[in-house]
């Protein structure tokens, strides 16, 4: 018997299922959840050479982020505010995990102006989700020479050392182990008492906050040139075939994806979150990665999965 997607109690999201699915080599993981803010590239003056009516929606734009942010942080400080707003920068776009919400704690300590806070969470943060990819991913590891020195630990505070078990594992995408380095260098010269602090505390904690997004962007984004995304795939992600029982991939990106072919929809739900939509059974073909990023490139959009496709179908309406 063909087993498809429809046989899967939760479809594209079965995780468990899709092993065993028929077309299974037409389909890869595509990745939905994503947190991003790009309130900051608002806020820059327009630029001389733009065009009038250009300038003129821009203004009005950072009109209105500018009262946003009031309404956010108060009128008092409000010039302190929309700077340091737009000295921090976007947020870059991540997959939803853990970091999220105390990333964005951090950043609206920094804005607020209240450094020495914003200073210490983003270094904290960088602590945390070193433990949290040590210790979420070392049981997959249990034969590397490292394992007998992690596997009793409940945390580490040796970054260094940390940092150096993530890369033996190759667990960490490329540059994010400099920039993890860089800010645990930050932290031990900012949380260690040391008077010389207290004088640059707003420019460490932009720092901190700027190697912080780095990290979250190179090693749980979605457009930093991963390695374990297939290339040339405008405006979406997905999953090598290679990379599917990469630890760091099954435990965080494979369980915020949806399991689709070159021809799946999206539809936004009432309560705001995004599902996929897609076809029961896409044959025999086994696409390579870099087949599927062509199929998906050139594919016929009126062909691409809606609602209402499905609704005629289930209705026998052709």
């Known amino acids: 018997m063909r087993k498809t997607i429809t046989d899967l109690t939760h479809g594209v999201y079965d995780y468990s299922g899709h092993a065993n699915l028929a077309d299974r080599h037409a389909r890869r ?13 608002s ?63 951090a950043r609206r300590s920094f804005i607020a102006a209240t450094y020495y806070p914003a200073l210490v969470a983003a270094c904290a943060l960088g602590e945390r989700i070193l433990n949290h990819l040590v210790l ?46 860089a800010l645990g260098d930050l932290r031990n010269r900012s949380i260690h008492f040391n008077p010389e602090t207290y004088h640059s505390l707003r420019e460490d904690a932009l720092a901190a906050l700027h190697r912080l997004n780095a990290i979250i962007a190179k090693q749980f984004g979605y457009f930093g040139g991963q390695p374990w995304f297939i290339e040339n795939t405008h405006g979406a992600q997905f999953v ?8 760091f991939v099954r435990s965080y990106i494979i369980p915020r994806s949806g399991f689709v072919g070159p021809l799946y929809g999206m ?9 996929h939509l897609d076809y029961t059974d896409y044959g025999d073909d086994e696409l390579s990665d870099e087949e599927f990023a062509s199929r998906f490139r050139e594919r016929d959009h009126t062909k691409v999965v809606t609602r209402e496709m499905i609704e005629r179908q289930s209705q026998g309406v052709g």
């Open 29 to 41: 993981y595509h990745p939905f959840s994503f947190d991003f803010d790009s309130t900051p590239l």
């Open 43 to 105: 806020l820059a003056e327009p630029e001389e050479h733009w065009d009038e009516q250009v300038k003129q929606l821009h203004l009005e734009n950072r009109a209105r982020q500018i009262k946003r942010l009031e309404l956010q942080y108060g009128a008092l400080h409000i010039e302190d505010v929309v700077k340091n707003a737009a000295d921090l920068g976007p947020k870059s776009m991540s997959l939803l995990a853990y970091h999220n919400t105390l990333h964005e704690q």
């Open 136 to 181: 979420d991913l070392r049981d997959s590891f249990k034969s590397s020479e490292h394992y007998k020195n992690v596997y009793r630990k409940e945390s580490f505070d040796k970054w260094p050392f940390a940092v150096s078990v993530l890369a033996d594992w190759k667990v960490l995408a490329d540059g994010v182990g400099p920039e993890f380095l």
């Open 240 to 247: 090598k075939r290679p990379y599917e029982n990469n630890p």
């Open 267 to 275: 539809e936004r739900s009432q309560e705001g979150s995004w599902n």
